[in-house]
C-alpha cells in the first residue's frame, strides 16, 4: 500500500508528479492513499512512492480537466482523478465517452471549481491597508472560497494589480503579491481590516445602477449568493433595495414620459388599413376598391375587380377571385368559368343581370409560367385583408341570398372553407342571419379531367342553381325578407 501525501500548497505540481510514478510503475488505484493534510502521520511510512520510470502521454484534454479538479474540496478528488487516468491507458477514447459516470463526475467537480474561480474573481473587495511609507500602495481582502481556488485564481489578481502590493487571505491559503513577485502562505484567521474611504462612494454608485423595475432575487442571489455578502460594502444596501424595489418600480412607471415612441405613429398611419369596415359613399366604393394596397396581391395584379350589379338585387353571387381575363378586363365573370356560369345558369332560367355579381378577393393572385399567367388560390391573410369590401358589398346589397362558390368564397363568408365537397348544395347562414347556398365554383367542372365526373359535377352544380332559383320565387311570393 502506497501512501501519498498532497500538499495544500502546491497541490497540483504534487499530484501530477506523484501520479505520474505511480502510473510510471504500473501502481493500481486501490493500492493508493491519498492524503491531502500535510500534517496527518504517515501510517504507511515503511512504503515509499516509487520514482518515476519513463514518459507517460495523456490526452490534453485530461490534463486541463485535472488542472481544475485537484482545487476542487471533495476529498476523493486525487483518487478519482488517478483512477480515470489508470482507465486511460488502455482506453484513449475515453475522455469523449459522454455516458462514462467516472468521466461525468469529474466533469461536474470541473464546472464547480470553474464557477468558484469566477465567484473569487467578481466578489474579493480590498481595502487600503494605508501604510504612507510603503513605495507601494498596499491592499487586503478576506475571501471564503467554496473550493481550494486561491492558488490557480491569484495570477489573474497578479496581472490586473500588478502595480500594488496585495494579498487575499483564507481559511487555507493566503495570496500575497510584493514587490511584483507572488507566493503562497497558510491560511490566516479573519483578520481586522479597515474601512476604505471610497466604500461610500461604491455603494452610492451600486444603489443608483439598481433597477427596481428589473429586480429578480432569486436570480440574483444564483448569481451572487449571500455567503459573500458580508465581505461587499455593496451589499449592505441590498435588504433595503429590495424592499423598496415595488414602491420605485411604480414610481419609475408614473414619472414616465407620455409621449408615444416612434413606432406608434407608424402603427396609427396604418390605421386605416386595418379597419374592418368602409363607410364612405356608395357610388365611391369601386374606387376604393381600385386603390386598395391592404395585401401585397395588389403589386402584380393589373386591377382590382369589383362587384357589379342591381344594388337592390335579391342574390348576390359571390365567386373566389378574379382570373386572367377579369384581371385584363376589370369585371367579374366574364373568363371560361363565368362563361360556362351564364351558359348552364341560362338553362335553368336564373338570370345573373337581376343578381349581384363579386369575388371574395378583389386581385387576382397568381404564377407567371413563361407567357401564361397561372391561378394560385388566396391564402387565409388575404382573404381576411379583403373582408372589409365584401363586407362593405354586402352592407349595400343586402341580398336575400347569397350564392358562394367555391372553397374560398365560403371562407370568406362563413369562416371555413372546409369540406366544401360534402357541404356543396347546403344552405347556411351567416353571423347576421343572411342564408348562404354552398356550391362548387365553375372553374371546378373545367378541370375535372374524367367525363363522367365532369358530367356530374356539372349536373350537381345545376341542381344548385335551380335550388338558388327556387329559393329567390318563393322569396317574391311569400314576401320574405
Known amino acids: 500500500m502506497y501512501h501519498a501525501e498532497m500538499p495544500v500548497i502546491g497541490t497540483g505540481e504534487a499530484w501530477r508528479r506523484a501520479a505520474r510514478g505511480f502510473l510510471a510503475q504500473g501502481v493500481p488505484p486501490e493500492a493508493i492513499l491519498w492524503n491531502n493534510d500535510s500534517t496527518a502521520p504517515d501510517l504507511f511510512a515503511s512504503q515509499t512512492r516509487p520514482p518515476p520510470n519513463g514518459d507517460i502521454h495523456v490526452p490534453r484534454g485530461f490534463v486541463t480537466l485535472a488542472d481544475k479538479v485537484v482545487w476542487h474540496s471533495d476529498p476523493s478528488r486525487f483518487s478519482r482523478l488517478y483512477g480515470f487516468l489508470w482507465r486511460l491507458r488502455g482506453a484513449r477514447g475515453l475522455m469523449s465517452d459522454r455516458g462514462d459516470v467516472d468521466l461525468a463526475r469529474l466533469r461536474q467537480m470541473e464546472k464547480a471549481v470553474s464557477r468558484c474561480q469566477h465567484k473569487m474573481k467578481a466578489f474579493v473587495r480590498f481595502r487600503e491597508l494605508g501604510d504612507v511609507d510603503a513605495p507601494r500602495r498596499s491592499f487586503a481582502a478576506w475571501f471564503e472560497p467554496t473550493h481550494h481556488t486561491v492558488e490557480p485564481t491569484a495570477t489573474f489578481f497578479a496581472r490586473r494589480f500588478a502595480d500594488m502590493d496585495w494579498r487575499i487571505l483564507t481559511p487555507d491559503v493566503a495570496a500575497i503579491f510584493e514587490g511584483g513577485e507572488l507566493r503562497f502562505e497558510p491560511g490566516h484567521p479573519r483578520p481586522e481590516l479597515p474601512q476604505d474611504a471610497s466604500e461610500q462612494l461604491w455603494i452610492t454608485y451600486f444603489r443608483n445602477i439598481f433597477n427596481p423595475a428589473r429586480l429578480k432575487v432569486q436570480a440574483m442571489q444564483s448569481e451572487m449568493p449571500k455567503k459573500y455578502w458580508k465581505n461587499m460594502p455593496e451589499a449592505a444596501a441590498i435588504p433595503e433595495l429590495i424592499a423598496t424595489a415595488p414602491a420605485r418600480a411604480r414610481a419609475m412607471a408614473e414619472a ?36 386598395c394596397t391592404r395585401c401585397p396581391l395588389y403589386g402584380p395584379a393589373t386591377q382590382a375587380v369589383p362587384g357589379e350589379g342591381p344594388t337592390d338585387a335579391d342574390l348576390m353571387i359571390v365567386g373566389e377571385q378574379p382570373g386572367d381575363q377579369e384581371d385584363l378586363v376589370g369585371r367579374p365573370f366574364v373568363g371560361p368559368a363565368g362563361q360556362l356560369f351564364d351558359q348552364l345558369a341560362a338553362e335553368i332560367g336564373l338570370s345573373r343581370e337581376a343578381a349581384y355579381v363579386t369575388n371574395a378577393v378583389k386581385h387576382f393572385k397568381f404564377m407567371p409560367r413563361g407567357r401564361k399567367r397561372l391561378h394560385q388560390r388566396p391564402n387565409g391573410s388575404e382573404i381576411h ?66 367525363p363522367h365526373l365532369r358530367a356530374q359535377a356539372t349536373e350537381d352544380f345545376r341542381a344548385d342553381l335551380r335550388v338558388a332559383a327556387d329559393w329567390l320565387v318563393q322569396c317574391e311570393t311569400s314576401g320574405r325578407p
Open 385 to 450: 385583408h379583403c373582408q372589409v369590401w365584401l363586407r362593405a358589398e354586402l352592407d349595400l346589397v343586402q341580398p336575400k341570398l347569397i350564392l358562394a362558390l367555391g372553397a374560398t368564397a365560403v371562407e370568406a363568408l362563413l369562416g371555413s372553407g372546409n369540406d366544401i365537397l360534402q357541404r356543396r348544395g347546403t344552405i347556411e347562414h351567416r353571423t347576421d342571419g343572411t342564408p348562404v347556398l354552398i356550391t362548387l365554383h365553375p372553374s371546378y367542372l373545367l378541370r375535372v379531367p374524367d
Open 256 to 291: 414616465a414620459p407620455t409621449l408615444p415612441p416612434l413606432r406608434a405613429a407608424r402603427v396609427q398611419a396604418r390605421l386605416p388599413e386595418a379597419n374592418p369596415y368602409w363607410q364612405g359613399p356608395a357610388d365611391e366604393l369601386p374606387a376604393a376598391i381600385n386603390s
